[in-house]
């Protein structure tokens, strides 16, 4: 029998299934909710401050007082408490149970908050990804629940084999369905750079970092379509995925190198940091 899903509802430790969430929650009406992937390695959560400065500056967006000492707390217990070693922690954060559905909020709800740990180890699997136009709001920043926009693409992606998604706004990319964007042009690293229309991925900063340690200069600019179908090779990152080689983008039909020496040395240099 499959051992059952643990988690933390609003500070109780429960097997998933015995969990019980109130209709008019603001997650189920509104989305009104936030949440982290937090992976760990070795049962040590990987740059944890991060994620907390993230999740805190994504509540300080939505004006949400989250205990943030409450929500460490419980992410190390869970990381602590799992049988596995390496994974990852789901944490969600949402405004709390409206007496009756309003889009205006009550004053002072409680905030609400849900977690479990996953096993999970990063895998190298090329990845086949679409473009697509990016349908999402302008505060992509924020790491919200509301994701419909990608939630779609990459369905509609799926259908035609596709892992990912990578989206742009009039032609200038912005990132992957869930992961952000790199790739080598004219020997160069280049990633889009930081505004409301991505996410600050924790992944894409700590490879950003440790490349710079190596004096290797990733570039941050706007950068359009062409350039990617014009890279000579490609890679997404995320908490789940690591760094994700891509082998092709379907509707460009552009194929990449996947042992592009750039993409080995990031890869080399983020393994030989964060999961060793
Ligand atoms: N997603 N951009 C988007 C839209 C994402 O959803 C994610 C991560 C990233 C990468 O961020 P990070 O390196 O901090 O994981 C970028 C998580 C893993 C998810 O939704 O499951």
Redesign the pocket.
């Known amino acids: 029998m499959k051992t059952p899903l643990k988690g933390v509802f609003n500070g109780a430790f429960d097997t998933v299934d015995n969990i019980k969430i109130s209709p008019f929650s603001r997650a189920y009406t509104f989305s009104d909710s936030l949440?982290e992937?937090v992976p760990f390695f070795n049962s040590t959560a990987i740059a944890f401050d991060h994620?907390i400065k993230?999740l805190e500056f994504s509540a300080s967006q939505l004006a949400m007082a989250v205990d943030l000492k409450k929500v460490i707390f419980e992410i190390n217990s869970l990381i602590t408490s799992s049988e596995f070693s390496n994974g990852y922690v789901y944490y969600q954060v949402t405004r709390g149970v409206d007496p009756l559905r309003s889009h205006i909020h009550e004053p002072n709800l409680k905030i609400e908050t849900f977690g479990y740990a996953k096993a999970h180890l990063f895998q190298w699997k090329p990845l086949r990804v679409s473009v697509c136009d990016d349908i999402r709001w302008g505060r992509?920043d924020i790491k919200s629940t509301s994701?419909l926009g990608?939630v779609m693409s990459m369905n509609a992606a799926k259908l035609d084999n596709c892992d990912e998604v990578i989206m742009h706004k009039d032609n200038l990319l912005t990132?992957?369905?869930?992961?952000?964007l790199f790739f080598v042009k004219n020997d160069s690293i280049c990633t889009p750079a930081l505004n409301g229309n991505?996410?600050p991925?924790?992944?894409?900063a700590l490879l950003i970092n440790e490349l710079k340690n190596y004096n290797i200069e990733v570039i941050e600019d706007n950068f359009r379509l062409e350039d990617l179908s014009n890279a000579s090779c490609a890679w997404l990152?995320?908490?789940?995925k690591g760094l994700a080689p891509i082998s092709e983008i379907s509707n460009l039909e552009s194929h990449f190198d996947l042992y592009h020496p750039l993409f080995k040395k990031s890869e080399e240099i983020f393994n030989k940091k964060f999961l060793s």
């Not at 990132?175 to 952000?180: I, K, L, P, T």
């Not at 991925?201 to 894409?204: A, H, N, P, S």
């Not at 990152?237 to 789940?240: G, P, Q, R, V, Y």
């Open positions: 949440y992937v994620h993230r992509c994701l990608n990132e992957g369905g869930a992961s952000n991505i996410l991925g924790i992944t894409r990152t995320s908490s789940t």
